[in-house]
């Protein structure tokens, strides 16, 4: 504020020199000034113009609410024009915002592409794979353009935005009915955001980049859960839950978090089918019939969800790549539920899923 006194008082002397106007006609000359100041991006100079402008008396006040319409009016264009892009910064949100919405449209086609019983048709498997793999590729992309900083954008906004407040409040000492005048200061900005034609389509944007960034942020955190396990959890385990997990971010389905307990309960069944040589996922064994008597006695105390069950081979790729192919099985990894067990012996594998007690 050290500038603001020296305006206003430039502002003052300069009408000064004009003399007394007649009729409360104002000095065109001050009000271009005034108009330009009320414009500014410097708020010491936009203040000096609405103080300036209220020492001019009652007669000048029809002006001084004209002269604020207009502010108000520019100060909405250039909201708009930032919005669409034609100001001095991009709109790093608009771009980000129309690919993610090809991203959005592409998921929930794929989805149900996913979720079709194709009865195990090995055409269409492969067709299901390089559709997940054009939405690795598009997903990529959006998340590249949510990357860059909008820092200066924001700020942009910012500045338009506290100039259009002060502006809106000015006015409200004309017309107290106003819809402004029942908003409180905090609330303002995003009243005065959401009435901009512009405005919602900045907000729609805003909300779909911060979801692409929390999306990115909770695969990596589930990732990261996987990799601080403990020694209950093999490398192969982790690997095939990471696995799954990049695939459901492809369709913008959340993690699933391997939990112990379950995975006791897959290992054992695992450990029962080679050793006792049967392939079911029901079981001979006492008390361990069906999945979610194993998950009991194992000690989970979440919700179930389904099981899964592959013999072959000791890699995980394997293991997902055949559920993945067969109907049934790819229902469950790609279905609900925030909690995974995995159990591996030898080549049988076990996966189950289930929801936590959160």
Same mark, same amino acid.
């Not at 007649?22 to 000096?48: C, H, I, Y």
């Given at each position: 504020?050290?500038?603001?006194?020296?305006?206003?008082?430039?502002?003052?002397?300069?009408?000064?020199?004009?003399?007394?106007?007649?009729? @409360?006609?104002?000095?065109?000359?001050?009000?271009? %000034?005034? /108009?330009?100041?009320?414009?500014?991006?410097?708020?010491?100079?936009?203040?000096?113009?609405?103080?300036?402008?209220?020492?001019?008396?009652?007669?000048?006040?029809?002006?001084?609410?004209?002269?604020?319409?207009?502010?108000?009016?520019?100060? *909405?264009?250039?909201?708009?024009?930032? %919005?669409?892009?034609?100001?001095?910064?991009?709109?790093?949100?608009?771009?980000?915002?129309?690919?993610? @919405?090809?991203?959005?449209?592409?998921? =929930?086609?794929?989805?149900?592409?996913?979720?079709? #019983?194709?009865?195990?048709?090995?055409?269409?498997?492969?067709?299901?794979?390089?559709?997940?793999?054009?939405?690795?590729?598009?997903?990529?992309?959006?998340?590249?353009?949510? !990357?860059?900083?909008?820092?200066?954008?924001?700020?942009?906004?910012?500045?338009?935005?506290?100039?259009?407040?002060?502006?809106?409040?000015?006015?409200?000492?004309?017309?107290?009915?106003?819809?402004?005048?029942?908003?409180?200061?905090?609330?303002?900005?995003?009243?005065?955001?959401?009435? *901009?034609?512009?405005?919602? #389509?900045?907000?729609?944007?805003?909300?779909?980049?911060?979801?692409?960034?929390?999306?990115?942020?909770?695969?990596?955190?589930?990732?990261?859960?996987?990799? #601080?396990?403990?020694?209950?959890?093999?490398?192969?385990?982790?690997?095939?839950? *990471?696995?799954? *997990?990049?695939?459901?971010?492809?369709?913008?389905?959340?993690?699933?978090?391997?939990?112990? =307990?379950?995975?006791?309960?897959? =290992?054992?069944?695992?450990?029962?089918?080679? $050793?006792?040589?049967?392939?079911?996922?029901?079981?001979?064994?006492?008390?361990?019939?069906?999945?979610?008597?194993?998950?009991?006695?194992?000690?989970?105390?979440? /919700?179930?969800?389904?099981? $899964?069950?592959?013999?072959?081979?000791?890699?995980?790729?394997?293991?997902?790549?055949?559920?993945? !192919?067969?109907?049934?099985?790819?229902?469950?990894?790609? !279905?609900?539920?925030?909690?995974?067990?995995?159990?591996?012996?030898?080549?049988?594998?076990?996966?189950?899923?289930? $929801?936590?007690?959160?």
């Amino acid at each position: 504020m050290n500038g603001f006194l020296p305006l206003i008082l430039i502002f003052s002397l300069q009408f000064a020199v004009y003399g007394q106007e007649s009729q @409360g006609v104002l000095p065109q000359d001050f009000t271009k %000034v005034a /108009n330009r100041w009320m414009l500014s991006a410097e708020a010491d100079k936009r203040n000096a113009a609405y103080l300036s402008w209220k020492q001019m008396g009652a007669d000048a006040m029809p002006q001084y609410q004209r002269a604020l319409e207009f502010a108000q009016q520019q100060h *909405n264009k250039a909201l708009e024009e930032a %919005v669409r892009g034609r100001s001095s910064v991009i709109n790093p949100y608009a771009s980000h915002h129309e690919l993610a @919405g090809e991203l959005d449209a592409e998921r =929930k086609r794929v989805m149900s592409l996913i979720m079709t #019983d194709w009865e195990k048709d090995g055409k269409k498997v492969q067709m299901l794979r390089e559709e997940m793999e054009d939405l690795e590729k598009l997903r990529e992309r959006v998340n590249r353009l949510a !990357g860059p900083s909008t820092e200066r954008f924001d700020s942009l906004v910012d500045a338009t935005l506290e100039g259009l407040a002060e502006v809106t409040r000015e006015l409200e000492q004309f017309d107290d009915r106003l819809e402004s005048a029942s908003i409180e200061d905090g609330d303002l900005r995003g009243f005065l955001l959401e009435e *901009n034609s512009e405005g919602k #389509d900045l907000l729609m944007q805003r909300e779909r980049l911060a979801a692409t960034i929390n999306e990115v942020k909770i695969h990596m955190e589930a990732e990261k859960a996987h990799s #601080d396990l403990g020694r209950w959890a093999s490398s192969a385990m982790k690997d095939f839950a *990471n696995l799954l *997990n990049k695939e459901r971010a492809l369709l913008g389905l959340p993690p699933r978090i391997m939990e112990e =307990k379950l995975s006791d309960a897959c =290992k054992g069944h695992s450990s029962d089918m080679s $050793n006792l040589g049967f392939f079911a996922h029901e079981s001979p064994v006492p008390k361990k019939k069906s999945p979610w008597d194993r998950a009991r006695l194992a000690g989970f105390a979440g /919700n179930g969800g389904g099981e $899964n069950i592959f013999m072959g081979s000791t890699s995980h790729s394997a293991a997902y790549a055949g559920w993945f !192919g067969s109907d049934g099985h790819r229902f469950i990894m790609f !279905g609900g539920g925030d909690t995974l067990g995995v159990g591996i012996s030898g080549i049988h594998w076990t996966m189950m899923t289930g $929801n936590s007690m959160k």
